[in-house]
């Protein structure tokens, strides 16, 4: 079955980096992109960039252009997400997501398990 | 920054159907794209229930339905269930600068 395990909650200081890493399995790795998506406490769903798992192309969000790094590691099916200069707004739990392969645009068809990231001074 | 427009909020009886809108605008729903819905349960990530504006993943129950017309999409569920309450979410894509892939603001259902 199709699985997105995250690595666990962090605790970073504001003006720091945070990277959350996304191990896949279940299916082959590079026929499908990742999204990542995040939600602020008791807030909705915001969509951050995608990343294509076959050829490293990458789509980031228009605001967190200049701060978001995303990369794969094809050897061990497994994406990252890499956010540098953190402020408290970035306080947030943080899926990995696999884009389906349906109609454009493509859902998100499964979800990883989501990693609490905590800016505090 | 999200320009998907869903209610707050909407409540029913169990048994009861509740229709969720989605109200976009020409350069996503408008233009075509396709719409997917999200439910969040409590506590929980969130699960593709609506993918492709009308279509069920396997498992979903059919008491789930979608639509969409014009520069709006919605969410139907018949027969409401306890189980049924969660925060429920549109997507769609959008061709203007403003986001390439976009959620919806959100919906609670409360079961009464």
């Known amino acids: 079955q199709v699985q997105l395990v995250q690595s666990g909650a962090d605790v970073k200081r504001p003006g720091a980096s945070v990277k959350v890493s996304c191990k896949t399995s279940?299916?082959?790795?590079?026929?499908?992109?990742i999204s990542w998506v995040r939600q602020a406490p008791g807030q909705g769903l915001e969509w951050m960039g995608w990343?294509?798992?076959?050829?490293?192309?990458?789509n980031y969000a228009q605001k967190l252009q200049g701060r978001l790094t995303m990369t794969t590691d094809t050897s061990t099916s497994t994406a990252h997400m890499e956010l540098r200069s953190l402020g408290s707004d970035d306080t947030a739990v943080y899926y990995c997501?696999?884009?389906?392969?349906?109609?454009?645009?493509?859902?998100?068809?499964?979800w990883g398990q989501g990693t609490l990231v905590t800016v505090s001074s | 920054q999200s320009v998907l427009t869903q209610p707050p909020s909407v409540s029913g009886a169990p048994g009861q159907r509740v229709t969720i809108s989605c109200t976009g605008s020409s350069s996503n729903i408008g233009s075509g794209y396709d719409v997917h819905w999200y439910q969040q349960l409590p506590g929980t990530a969130p699960k593709l229930l609506i993918y492709?504006?009308?279509n069920r993943p396997s498992g979903v129950p059919d008491r789930f339905s979608g639509s969409k017309s014009g520069t709006s999409a919605s969410l139907a569920i018949t027969g409401l269930q306890a189980e049924d309450e969660a925060d429920y979410y549109c997507?769609?894509?959008?061709?203007?600068?403003?986001?390439?892939?976009?959620f919806g603001t959100g919906t609670k259902v409360t079961v009464l």
């Open positions: 997501v696999r884009v389906g392969s349906g109609n454009f645009p493509p859902a998100f068809d499964y």
């Open positions: 990343i294509g798992t076959d050829n490293g192309n990458t």
């Open positions: 279940g299916y082959t790795f590079t026929s499908h992109g």
């Open positions: 997507q769609s894509y959008d061709n203007s600068l403003s986001g390439w892939r976009l």
């Open positions: 492709d504006t009308t």
